[in-house]
């Protein structure tokens, strides 16, 4: 600029004038040029030169052995409570229902009156076979009379002996008929009480099958169903056995290790569908004695107090057996991770990188997973910290050493 005001007094429109200044403009803009490379050039030097952006830390995990300890083996299955005793209510003579004394669906205790059938026709027997009765006594004692009377005729020779033999004879015959007059009796006083239809069983009766004003059938067979009952305490729990778990049972039983069912009442405990502890203990009582040939199970039982009626026939539930004291590793169940279909647990190797370690869980004890296999002493599996989303297979971790304890050693 301050070129061109020296120059402003040259006449700017003539020729010499843009020849000058061009050879002014020339120095101006090689330097100009050189600028401009210099700072091309520089520039990814200072790009070099800069220090990158530091990534985030390896995030921080709690890791620990997995907890080694004795434990006892608590095997699961499925299966249903059943009644111990079940009762069909048939009435063992015929007749008209007169009247029902319970409430459907009722607690009730044995020997309690259920039905009364209509007793006039079993009174009027009875009084039938009192009178036959009568008259067979009566007999009775006229042919004792006759015995009595022609025991010394026959002694002194006025009657034969054929004659004595005869009146004898009509004594035992006299004597059998009253025998017989009064079994009869009996029968008829039997089915007259047989009018009464009791409990057999305390329990829970269900509804009545057959109201009142109802002709029924009685009788060994072909009765009529009146109503069921079935016991409430102690009651079934009915379930299966899978084969290996029978073979692996037998074994422990032969080593010494755990006695069989059949001969222990071994220890079992139970889990309704709404509970979350294993609250009802019970113990075994019958092992079938042998395989179910399709389904290949062994059908067991146990059996539970059931003072409150809690339990019910028919309820579904799932059930513990006792199977043993085995080694096992424990760890918190909040170090399971669900990957698809298989369970797994983070661990942390020397160079404190995660891996994912596929484990086989078993039962819960003392508030800590039982892990049946995929764990050994030294792995170091993270206990704290898997919420965060960074710690996962593969990525650096910085680990801090923890303990695992079980519930019973916290208290």
Do not use: C
Request: proline share 6%.
């Amino acid at each position: 600029m301050l070129l061109l005001s020296a120059s402003s007094d040259l006449d700017l429109t003539s020729p010499e004038h843009h020849l000058d200044k061009m050879i002014i403009l020339r120095p101006f803009l090689v330097g100009l040029a050189l600028l401009l490379a210099v700072a091309v050039a520089a520039a990814p030097a200072a790009a070099q030169t800069a220090p990158a952006s530091a990534g985030p830390p390896p995030p921080p995990v709690t890791v620990s052995a997995p907890l080694s300890k004795r434990i006892k083996s608590w095997d699961e299955y499925s299966g249903r409570f059943e009644a111990v005793a079940r009762v069909e209510v048939r009435p063992r003579v015929a007749g008209f229902i007169e009247q029902v004394h319970f409430k459907d669906g009722s607690l009730i205790k044995a020997g309690d009156l259920l039905f009364t059938l209509d007793k006039r026709p079993f009174a009027i027997a009875v009084e039938s076979a009192k009178a036959d009765v009568a008259r067979q006594e009566s007999q009775v004692l006229l042919t004792e009379a006759d015995v009595e009377r022609a025991e010394p005729l026959a002694k002194s020779k006025v009657m034969s002996e054929q004659v004595f033999d005869q009146r004898k004879a009509s004594l035992s015959g006299a004597q059998a008929q009253l025998a017989a007059a009064k079994a009869a009796l009996k029968s008829a006083e039997l089915n007259l009480e047989w009018t009464e239809v009791r409990a057999a069983i305390a329990g829970r009766i269900s509804d009545k099958k057959v109201d009142a004003g109802n002709l029924v059938a009685g009788g060994p067979s072909g009765a009529t169903l009146l109503a069921t009952i079935v016991s409430l305490d102690p009651i079934h729990f009915v379930f299966d056995v899978a084969e290996a778990d029978y073979l692996r049972y037998a074994r422990l039983n032969i080593s010494g290790e755990r006695p069989s069912s059949r001969e222990t009442q071994n220890p079992v405990r139970v889990r309704l569908a709404d509970e979350a502890a294993w609250t009802h203990d019970g113990t075994m009582n019958f092992v079938d004695n042998a395989l179910n040939e399709r389904s290949g199970t062994l059908r067991a039982r146990a059996v539970f107090d059931n003072k409150n009626g809690l339990l019910t026939p028919g309820v579904f539930a799932r059930l513990q057996l006792f199977g043993g004291e085995t080694d096992a590793f424990l760890v918190p169940d909040e170090a399971i991770v669900s990957d698809q279909a298989r369970k797994i647990v983070f661990t942390v190797g020397d160079d404190s990188v995660v891996k994912a370690t596929p484990v086989t869980l078993g039962a819960i004890s003392d508030g800590l997973r039982v892990i049946k296999d995929g764990l050994k002493p030294e792995d170091r599996v993270v206990i704290q910290g898997l919420a965060n989303p960074m710690v996962r297979p593969g990525a650096k971790v910085t680990p801090t050493a923890g303990s695992i304890a079980a519930a019973s050693a916290q208290k």
